[in-house]
């Protein structure tokens, strides 16, 4: 789960690290009553990146700036997300920008600690280009990230003196959250040293969502559209894309894949539902009504492979409650027979092969276009 | 010769008494997989389909000489019982349980690597040797004994395929489910280790999927001299960056991660790469008549 810049800041504050004195409106009005040193930075609160470029991010001298600001960013769209909030922070007179960030490095199975002189750009970019501006740090997870760890990757990036010993606190501290807080990505881009001093610019916090169990005051998860929220309540996996036919499988790689048959064969895929391994009648009832409630929806295919799921149980769901749209059905595996038996006194024929029961949902989907 | 288990391996059920884990260890036991114990702490001195449980994993190992472990524990204590799994080196630990957290994960794979013990999974469906032994929940009638190798990190797309190869009499030596989540222990270069050494496999089918760099690190495996014809498949081609599907592996994150990138790679290295799960089989019929 990724967090806001300001959720992200208010965590960061709670583990001793500096980010610059701001407040979250949603009106433009609101912009009178804060008790901020000008200038300000009014800052879009939206998730996807890309804020900046975007015009989301605005430097305004007084109030009545900032509050034409404000009501400019209010109601935007960035890549397709409404802005309905702001941070207003006090703008820093950056020096200098850093980068620094522990992050899982899936290859060594360790978190790893980044660092760079060359913050306030995207860092894959600096990986990229000049890969020796990058210092890492592998965390050995049995030792944690000592003091020395924190002092040595400061000094690779440059940092002398007081610099130095600040740099190495705020790491520990970003470390000690990285753990506490079952992070997956920690990230500070800029860490930027404003009169004399580290600060957080930007803050960026992703959450670790298997280990939501043990962290009760999380806020609510905002990346989610409602259907994928709906689905995931109903234990159920559920990714929105942007074309017309729903797709319900079981098994992620199995339902990935019946994606790409479906684009092979040129047809759009609507959304992405995996009923999962072991599926009940339930469960794939719940599926049905979940995908087709997504607008636009204009034909369904279903792409079961039983193993432990068993393919009568799946062939009940779908008798009991023909979809609304034309549906195109394979069916294989554990009491396929039986299944098969379901769907034909419902007058659907289920197809035994994916890659043809592909075909006839993108001819469905076409079909109901004209 | 199977990689990873066979005739000989003994195998103990972690969290034997809950539901999927009681299905699962009748499924294993029909296959013929010896399943010798189970633990549940508090539950010792009872049994399930006549398997004995017990309440440590060092009193099961003790009394009836486990070798392996397949956990079916629930996330919340499937790191403390892999630890527990680990500590007394049962080799391979199998993590069937979905949902793990990663600082979890992390923790388990450092053990496991300071203990030489491998690790399979999480959120995986564990591995098959046809005809010998069988850890995990893989559905027993897909298989046949034979001379292909599969590795993979989706379950259901697993069995597509290998149900395609038994369809067209192409057995398997081991078939194993690497697991969905960004850290897992066992990565297919691991696996391809152990299939170049096995005389039994003589091609490897490779499944992978979005995210991460495990199928670019198999391809530099498999240029470096690998030394049988491998078939690969790679799902998520048209999966959106910055959406987790399915998987909390399968994400694509800056640009990390996508079909196209281990595509490239993996044919680069030599390996047939399939448009389609069902051009697998064919594929590997041409390459085993070679």
């Known amino acids: 789960m990724k967090l806001h810049e300001y959720q992200a800041k208010e965590v960061f504050a709670r583990y001793g690290i500096p980010v610059q004195r701001g407040v979250v409106i949603s009106r433009p009005d609101e912009v009178d009553r804060l008790d901020l040193r000008y200038p300000v930075v009014v800052k879009a609160q939206v998730l996807v990146g890309g804020r900046g470029k975007a015009g989301g991010i605005k430097l305004a001298a007084n109030p009545g700036e900032a509050r034409r600001h404000a009501q400019a960013i209010l109601g935007m769209s960035i890549k397709g997300e409404r802005v309905t909030r702001l941070l207003v922070a006090e703008a820093a007179k950056i020096e200098k920008e850093y980068y620094l960030a522990f992050t899982l490095d899936r290859a060594a199975r360790r978190m790893v600690a980044i660092a760079s002189a060359a913050g306030g750009i995207d860092i894959e970019e600096v990986a990229r280009a000049t890969p020796e501006r990058i210092a890492k740090h592998s965390v050995d997870p049995s030792l944690g990230f000592l003091p020395f760890h924190a002092r040595e990757l400061g000094a690779a990036i440059g940092l002398r003196g007081d610099h130095l010993t600040a740099f190495a606190a705020l790491a520990a501290s970003l470390y000690r959250l990285t753990v506490q807080e079952e992070a997956e990505l920690a990230e500070i881009n800029p860490l930027a040293v404003a009169d004399g001093k580290l600060v957080a610019v930007d803050a960026k916090l992703i959450l670790d969502d298997s280990a939501a169990f043990r962290h009760k005051d999380r806020p609510t998860n905002e990346e989610m559209t409602d259907l994928e929220r709906a689905a995931r309540e109903a234990g159920l996996s559920y990714v929105e894309l942007d074309g017309d036919l729903a797709v319900i499988g079981n098994g992620a790689g199995l339902v990935m894949s019946t994606l790409d048959v479906v684009a092979h064969f040129g047809g759009r895929p609507a959304n992405f539902l995996d009923v999962g391994g072991g599926a009940t009648t339930e469960n794939m009832t719940a599926a049905m009504e979940i995908v087709l409630r997504k607008p636009g929806v204009r034909a369904l295919f279903i792409n079961i492979f039983g193993g432990i799921t068993r393919c009568d149980d799946i062939a009940r769901a779908i008798a009991a409650r023909p979809p609304r749209v034309p549906v195109a059905v394979r069916l294989t595996g554990t009491n396929e027979e039986e299944g098969r038996r379901i769907l034909e006194g419902a007058a659907i024929h289920a197809f035994i092969g994916p890659e043809e029961a592909a075909q006839e949902a993108v001819r469905l989907a076409r079909g109901a276009r004209s | ?290």
């Not at chain 2, 500590?87 to 992390?106: Q, W, Y």
């Not at chain 2, 491998?230 to 694509?252: F, L």
């Not at chain 2, 281990?262 to 399939?274: C, N, S, Y």
């Open chain 2, 1 to 290: 010769m199977p990689i990873l288990i066979d005739e000989r391996t003994r195998v103990l059920v972690q969290g034997i008494t809950g539901y999927q884990a009681e299905f699962h260890t009748q499924r294993m036991l029909e296959f013929g997989a010896k399943v010798v114990a189970g633990t549940r702490p508090g539950k010792g001195g009872t049994a399930v389909h006549a398997v004995p449980v017990f309440d440590t994993v060092a009193e099961a190992v003790a009394q009836t000489g486990a070798t392996a472990s397949c956990l079916f524990v629930p996330a919340a204590a499937a790191k403390d019982a892999a630890m527990e799994a680990i500590a007394h080196r049962l080799d391979p630990v199998v993590i069937i349980t979905e949902h793990l957290p990663v600082h979890d994960a992390v923790a388990v794979m450092a053990y496991a690597r300071a203990q030489g013990v491998r690790v399979i999974g999480p959120n995986c469906p564990g591995l098959t040797s046809p005809g010998r032994c069988k850890m995990g929940i893989m559905p027993n009638h897909l298989f046949r004994q034979g001379p292909v190798g599969v590795v993979s990190r989706s379950g259901t797309l697993t069995y597509e395929i290998v149900a395609a190869l038994t369809r067209a009499s192409i057995g398997q030596s081991t078939a194993v489910g690497l697991g969905g989540d960004p850290v897992v222990g066992m990565s297919f270069e691991d696996a391809l280790a152990l299939f170049g050494q096995d005389p039994q496999t003589e091609a490897v089918v490779l499944i992978g999927e979005i995210g991460g760099s495990a199928e670019e690190a198999a391809a530099r495996h498999i240029a470096a001299g690998f030394p049988k014809p491998v078939v690969a498949y790679i799902a998520g081609r048209t999966a959106p960056p910055g959406k987790r599907m399915g998987h909390a592996g399968a994400v694509i994150s800056g640009s990390e991660g996508t079909a196209a990138s281990k595509i490239e790679a993996l044919t680069a290295a030599g390996a047939a790469v399939a448009d389609l799960p069902g051009q697998v089989a064919g594929l590997v019929q041409a390459r085993l008549r070679a």
